[in-house]
């Protein structure tokens, strides 16, 4: 079970001059997972859920961004700054920037505990990258998890879906709803609709996927890497069919 301090990923999502601290303990199994899917489909769900039984990272681009939108405005870089215009948009960052976050993040990559990608690679350009840069490393991926929902079912789940401000736990207005409207269950932070899961830029978000990610399934495919999940009802349904996949005990 990670620590409280490790799930907080300082270095992932602050970058290599704050490092974690304590260091998170060495797994004996470190799994390093890549994770796919289209936007809204829970896959960051999957992977806080994964990170907890396996003790890896959980490690978000996505996070990243968001940390940095918070950050105030004279620290933010002018590629930060232009990151930001995309996301809210609902566009892929420029590849060369992701590369570049990422590969400054590479203690997190190298980590002993392993580590779970969400929303990286996101096109083929990053998938030959992270490959460049694993090669480096001398590391291997052991899987490419790939969760597939029916487009209508994505959309309702991405229309329903609201975050803690302060804790980022994910909620759903029908599904998953909190006790009192609008608080978290777990902190009482407010919750709020993630600009980027405003249907404007859900819209955008489905057709990239569709266009620049997909593809990754096949680059992997070829590679041997991937594993196929069709989502459950529930987050605990798809985690269950995801240790299945793997080939792990719950
Ligand atoms: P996510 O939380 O993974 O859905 O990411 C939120 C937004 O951050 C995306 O819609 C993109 O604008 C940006 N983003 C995150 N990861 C990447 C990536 N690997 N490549 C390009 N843009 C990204």
Redesign the pocket.
Known sequence: MPTPRQQARITWLKGADFPCEPFPAPQSRPWRLVLLGA?GIGKGTQAELLARKFGACQL???DV?RVAKRAPEEEKTPAIREALE??KA????PDAT?VALVEERKPCLRCTTGFLLD????TVF?AVELERILRQEQLTLDAVLSYDLAEAKILDRVNGRRVCAKCKISYHLKDQPPQVEGVCDRCGGPLYQRE?DRPEAVHV?METYLHSTEPLIDHYQRQGLIVHIECGDTPQETFARTLTALRISG
Request: hydrophobic fraction near 30%.
């Open positions: 936007p978000s681009t996505g961004f995309y996301m609902g566009k892929l960052v992701v929303g990286f690679p996101r990053q980027d978000r």
